[in-house]
């Protein structure tokens, strides 16, 4: 399978688990592409044109051939400086490895990921939260996150890249659709009543499992095994965090359980005062389930080797 084709496929299957409704992916597209068009001669040359192709910002062949035949892919949360050193020192000692994939957006992927999270206003219009008041809390956010990357070296890995001759792409929100779909469908099935019950479906998951005995496992943040569960949202894609500010509006739809991979202390707080239970399923081990169910699909269409690197930890759950 050529390098572009799968950038092409795990695009295409992130669309397919992405929890917006179609129409809201083609606006999304469609004011990329006005935004596009607003745009001098000299800046249109230098827009990144996958913008209106798809709507992850997030995802992007960073280095290397489109045409290039891969067959050994090694894949890893964090592929930086010195996971593509560790790739060229395998490659010198005859490990043939044709495609480094990060999951974590690097280069271009990593300056713009920001773009990625106007998807959160349209999950929360899913909830029952009226878009213009999410989109104002996003556009907010984002602001945020964008001045905080600005200063970023973020062209240093695909640099290295460069000058080891390595194919180099990486894959954020298509695997974060995938794990949020899974835990949503998994969560709406079992219907768990309290978080104990939470914590034990949690805990059936192989990727929760093996973090459980790196000392990484699920844990309650907020509320107590005994508490009910209620309506509960997996809250697993859209770039990063969102707004602090959501929390009342999440309260307010009804959600008395939200599991995340991570919250940072400001969003701990603000929904602690909502009193909304929280469940930390796991960053890492979240990102590997992610790219596990993404990679089993892909495994359909061509036999790869797959080399796990830097936190990430492969289980096929195919049927062999």
């Given at each position: 399978?050529?390098?572009?084709?799968?950038?092409?496929?795990?695009?295409?299957?992130?669309?397919?688990?992405?929890?917006?409704?179609?129409?809201?992916?083609?606006?999304?597209?469609?004011?990329?592409?006005?935004?596009?068009?607003?745009?001098s001669a000299a800046r249109k040359?230098?827009?990144?044109?996958?913008?209106?192709?798809?709507?992850?910002?997030?995802?992007?062949?960073?280095y290397g051939d489109p045409a290039?035949?891969?067959?050994?892919?090694?894949?890893?949360?964090?592929?930086?400086?010195?996971?593509?050193?560790?790739?060229?020192?395998?490659?010198?000692?005859?490990?043939?490895?044709?495609?480094?994939?990060?999951?974590?957006?690097?280069?271009?992927?990593?300056?713009?990921?920001?773009?990625?999270?106007?998807?959160?206003?349209?999950?929360?219009?899913?909830?029952?939260?009226?878009?213009?008041?999410?989109?104002?809390?996003?556009?907010?956010?984002?602001?945020?996150?964008?001045?905080?990357?600005?200063?970023?070296?973020?062209?240093?890995?695909?640099?290295?890249?460069?000058?080891?001759?390595?194919?180099?792409?990486?894959?954020?929100?298509?695997?974060?659709?995938?794990?949020?779909?899974?835990?949503?469908?998994?969560?709406?099935?079992?219907?768990?009543?309290?978080?104990?019950?939470?914590?034990?479906?949690?805990?059936?998951?192989?990727?929760?499992?093996?973090?459980?005995?790196?000392?990484?496992?699920?844990?309650?943040?907020?509320?107590?095994?005994?508490?009910?569960?209620?309506?509960?949202?997996?809250?697993?894609?859209?770039?990063?965090?969102?707004?602090?500010?959501?929390?009342?509006?999440?309260?307010?739809?009804?959600?008395?359980?939200?599991?995340?991979?991570?919250?940072?202390?400001?969003?701990?707080?603000?929904?602690?005062?909502?009193?909304?239970?929280?469940?930390?399923?796991?960053?890492?081990?979240?990102?590997?389930?992610?790219?596990?169910?993404?990679?089993?699909?892909?495994?359909?269409?061509?036999?790869?080797?797959?080399?796990?690197?830097?936190?990430?930890?492969?289980?096929?759950?195919?049927?062999?």
């Open positions: 399978m050529k390098f572009k084709d799968i950038y092409e496929f795990v695009v295409k299957r992130g669309i397919a688990k992405d929890p917006r409704q179609r129409a809201d992916i083609k606006k999304t597209l469609a004011n990329a592409r006005k935004e596009y068009n607003k745009l040359a230098a827009f990144d044109k996958e913008r209106v192709k798809h709507p992850y910002d997030d995802t992007r062949m960073l290039a035949e891969i067959e050994t892919i090694m894949v890893g949360i964090d592929m930086e400086v010195g996971e593509l050193l560790v790739a060229d020192r395998l490659r010198e000692k005859g490990i043939g490895i044709d495609l480094v994939m990060a999951h974590h957006p690097e280069g271009k992927a990593l300056a713009g990921f920001y773009h990625v999270m106007s998807m959160q206003a349209d999950i929360l219009k899913k909830l029952g939260i009226t878009y213009s008041i999410g989109k104002e809390l996003l556009d907010e956010r984002m602001a945020e996150v964008a001045r905080s990357i600005s200063a970023v070296n973020h062209t240093r890995s695909v640099d290295v890249a460069q000058l080891l001759d390595i194919n180099y792409m990486c894959v954020h929100t298509p695997a974060d659709n995938h794990v949020t779909d899974y835990l949503q469908r998994l969560f709406d099935n079992r219907k768990p009543k309290t978080l104990k019950d939470v914590i034990s479906i949690l805990d059936t998951v192989p990727e929760y499992r093996d973090a459980s005995k790196k000392n990484a496992g699920a844990f309650i943040m907020i509320g107590k095994e005994k508490d009910k569960a209620g309506k509960i949202v997996v809250d697993m894609t859209g770039g990063t965090e969102g707004s602090k500010r959501v929390f009342p509006r999440l309260s307010q739809a009804g959600v008395g359980t939200l599991i995340g991979m991570h919250f940072s202390e400001e969003h701990f707080k603000a929904a602690k005062a909502e009193y909304i239970n929280i469940v930390v399923a796991g960053h890492i081990s979240s990102d590997t389930l992610g790219l596990n169910l993404l990679l089993d699909s892909l495994c359909e269409k061509d036999d790869f080797k797959i080399i796990p690197c830097s936190g990430f930890v492969r289980v096929d759950r195919r049927k062999k």
